[in-house]
């Protein structure tokens, strides 16, 4: 029996290891017998689970974020990874296992990308922005170095959403030295600040998995929290009033159609750019994780955050960059 990664699963593959348990719901067959849906995880990557004729005591005791030891074989449903569970347990002390070793993490600290999105912060020359800005990053920094930037999507992990901001940041500053009649503070003020409220939007757990969306996240969702915090910390320093006005738009528009939540469409240029900054940096965020695990040659599974498209991982992308490390 292999223990193995689940970044290393393959069809037909018998597993023992341990997994957190990142939800799981109690389903019935078309012969009414009790079965478990879960999607165990690990710090690299997810997978579909069953627990098939399963007992009330099972659907009691194989709850959300708890740690599980399973036994079972990887299977294929409709062209996807399943994972068939043939024994499973709780962990004990015995065990000696840490949940936070068992959910995906951001590739750098959230410390060292706290204080990278400082670094920008710090080069703002607008004091208006910089203040706001600097206050709002101060009063949730603690929820920020945990939290993921979606539930399911794009950054979805552990201190995901400082991940999102700090690489946007490098995105924009990048292209700021091509557009040069871009207001870098306004785009490093909006970047900052697009996805800040998504903190009271979810409701994640010290391991940063999101369990649900909060009330407010449902009914106002995080575009609207946000232009209330950026309004409350304004007026509390004394903003001027267009200064706000113009990173509240910024953050209203980002979604960029009414249908995804945006009222508004960008109608400046630093607002029009925020938007694209984010739709590539979560795209590239989403592709590169469906190709992690698909071999050379192939296409990945559908990702439904790309309008269920299939990714393709070229044979020429590893052979340029073997040609560029012999040159």
């Known amino acids: 029996m292999e223990t193995l990664t689940i970044d290393q699963f393959q069809f037909g593959t018998k597993i023992e290891g341990f997994f957190i348990i990142k939800s799981s719901l109690c389903k019935s067959t078309t012969n009414n017998s009790k079965y478990l849906d879960m999607i165990l995880g690990d710090q690299t990557g997810e997978v579909s689970a069953k627990l098939w004729e399963c007992t009330e005591e099972d659907e009691n005791k194989y709850i959300n974020n708890t740690l599980v030891k399973v036994r079972g074989i990887v299977t294929e449903w409709k062209g996807q990874m399943q994972l068939k569970i043939e024994k499973i347990r709780l962990t004990t002390d015995e065990d000696g296992v840490d949940a ?4 995906q993490v951001a590739p750098y600290t959230p410390e060292y990308m706290y204080n990278q999105i400082l670094s920008y912060v710090n080069k703002i020359d607008n004091q208006d922005i910089k203040t706001i800005v600097s206050c709002i990053l101060k009063e949730h920094k603690q929820s920020l170095m945990i939290f993921p930037a979606a539930m399911k999507n794009h950054h979805a992990v552990r201190s995901g959403l400082l991940y999102h901001i700090m690489t946007m940041l490098m995105t924009a500053e990048k292209l700021g030295q ?11 003020g909006g970047i900052i600040l697009h996805d800040i409220a998504k903190i009271y939007e979810m409701d994640a757990n010290e391991l940063g998995i999101v369990s649900e969306y ?4 449902q009914l106002l969702g995080h575009i609207i929290q946000a232009i209330k915090i950026v309004d409350r910390v304004a007026k509390k320093v ?3 009033e267009e200064m706000a006005m113009l990173l509240q738009h910024m953050i209203l528009s980002h979604h960029y159609e009414p249908e995804f939540g945006s009222p508004k469409k960008p109608m400046f240029p630093e607002a029009e750019l925020l938007h694209y900054i984010d739709m590539i940096d979560s795209r590239m965020y989403d592709m590169k994780k469906a190709l992690e695990n698909t071999p050379e040659g192939s296409f990945s599974d559908r990702i439904w955050s790309l309008e ?3 990714v393709y991982r070229a044979n020429t992308i590893n052979k340029a960059d073997e040609e560029k490390s012999l040159a």
């Open 308 to 310: 269920n498209r299939k």
């Open 214 to 217: 909060t009330t407010e996240g």
């Open 178 to 188: 091509i557009y040069t009649f871009i207001d870098m503070d306004l785009l490093y």
């Open 238 to 240: 004394g903003a001027d």
């Open 100 to 103: 936070a070793n068992f959910v």
